[in-house]
């Protein structure tokens, strides 16, 4: 019923940028928050930057002053402006969405993409 599809990721070198790009469909009602998340190699998905249906937004410390976090309210779609890169944001990059679906309208926090992988190395 709900598909979130990035797009965006890739190999760049330490200093470099990338954009990630993702894009909700279906039966959606309303979106409330949409965001980015992270797995590295043998680690924990962690939350990178979200942004809510009012605007605001949340960055983990590590990213702070590096990303930047945007929507398109018209395209229910997020984007993520990576710059100054570092290995360690080699990751998979996750889009996450927080919504109300129609029919049932049930919300619900638990909507994934399918991940993109980002490879940050010389």
């Known amino acids: 019923q709900v598909q979130l599809v990035e797009s965006g990721g890739g190999f760049v070198q330490p200093g470099g940028s990338l954009r990630l790009s993702c894009a909700a469909s279906g039966s959606i009602f309303t979106i409330y928050a949409m965001g980015w998340y992270r797995r590295a190699p043998g680690q924990q998905r962690e939350l990178v930057a979200s942004?809510?249906?009012?605007?605001?937004?949340n960055y983990a410390d590590s990213v702070k002053g590096r990303f930047t976090i945007s929507r398109d309210i018209a395209k229910n779609t997020v984007y993520l402006q990576m710059n100054s890169l570092k290995p360690e944001d080699t990751a998979v990059y996750y889009c996450?969405?927080?919504?109300?679906?129609?029919?049932?309208?049930?919300?619900?926090?638990?909507?994934w993409g399918q991940g993109t992988q980002v490879t940050v190395s010389s």
């Open positions: 942004v809510t249906s009012g605007g605001s937004m």
């Open positions: 996450n969405a927080d919504l109300r679906i129609m029919m049932t309208m049930r919300r619900s926090s638990d909507y």
